[in-house]
T-cell receptor
Framework: EPEVTQTPSHQVTQMGQEVILRCVPI?????FYWYRQILGQKVEFLVS????????KSEIFDDQFSVERPDGSNFTLKIRSTKLEDSAMYFC????????????FGSGTRLTVV | AQKVTQAQTEISVVEKEDVTLDCVYE???????LFWYKQPPSGELVFLIR??????QNEISGRYSWNFQKSTSSFNFTITASQVVDSAVYFC???????????????FGRGTQLTVWP
């Protein structure tokens, strides 16, 4: 069964550093998402992306965050200057028709900011 | 206001008991989609079911069943004859089909931690 692949599975970074979280969505999917989950809390929407542009972003997705689809297969989330409170599990998801078929989530990247 | 409320933070049962996880949602849209996801200790999100607002038929899949009631805005999930492997956090989620939108952002509830003891 096709999968959404996220790398790395765990990343530790120092406060103030830039990080890039990588995702390879399912190949025929056109809709891409990032969500995050702070430890023990609910999963929160960050951003959706379609047709090479952001469709919607939440209040969490401030200027420190950016997304990109650099080469037609990867979908990346960049955090420019990490803060301690950015420590969370970050999930990538993709879909070919979100309302008809739902979403496929990756296994997540656990980001720890120290 | 929360769009999805899972009032049960934690539930513990003994193996073979039946357990129901509650989910109440809030939306003004007439077209919307409801989901359940399972998050085992390994952390990934595993899709369980998707339901659209026009389909109120209950669904059964093996030991899992879902009861969708628009009148009470609820989409409850029952596990029959629970097993230790069912231990996980279960999330209910809502996607609204707003006009002109948004490609289906998911609103998650806070999750219910289910622990099944042998």
């Amino acid at each position: 069964e096709p999968e959404v692949t996220q790398t790395p599975s765990h990343q530790v970074t120092q406060m103030g550093q830039e990080v890039i979280l990588r995702c390879v969505p399912i190949s025929n999917h056109l809709y891409f998402y990032w969500y995050r989950q702070i430890l023990g809390q609910k999963v929160e929407f960050l951003v959706s992306f379609y047709n090479n542009e952001i469709s919607e972003k939440s209040e969490i997705f401030d200027d420190q965050f950016s997304v990109e689809r650099p080469d037609g297969s990867n979908f990346t989330l960049k955090i420019r200057s990490t803060k301690l409170e950015d420590s969370a599990m970050y999930f990538c998801a993709s879909s070919d028709s979100p309302r008809r078929y739902g979403y496929t989530f990756g296994s997540g990247t656990r980001l720890t900011v120290v | 206001a929360q769009k999805v409320t899972q009032a049960q933070t934690e539930i513990s049962v003994v193996e073979k008991e039946d357990v129901t996880l509650d989910c109440v949602y809030e939306t003004r849209d007439t077209t919307y989609y409801l989901f359940w996801y399972k998050q085992p200790p390994s952390g990934e999100l595993v899709f369980l079911i998707r339901r659209n607002s026009f389909d109120e038929q209950n669904e059964i899949s093996g030991r899992y069943s879902w009861n969708f009631q628009k009148s009470t805005s609820s989409f409850n999930f029952t596990i029959t004859a629970s097993q230790v492997v069912d231990s996980a956090v279960y999330f209910c989620a809502l996607s609204e089909a707003e006009r002109g939108s948004t490609l289906g952002r998911l609103y998650f509830g806070r999750g219910t931690q289910l622990t099944v003891w042998p």
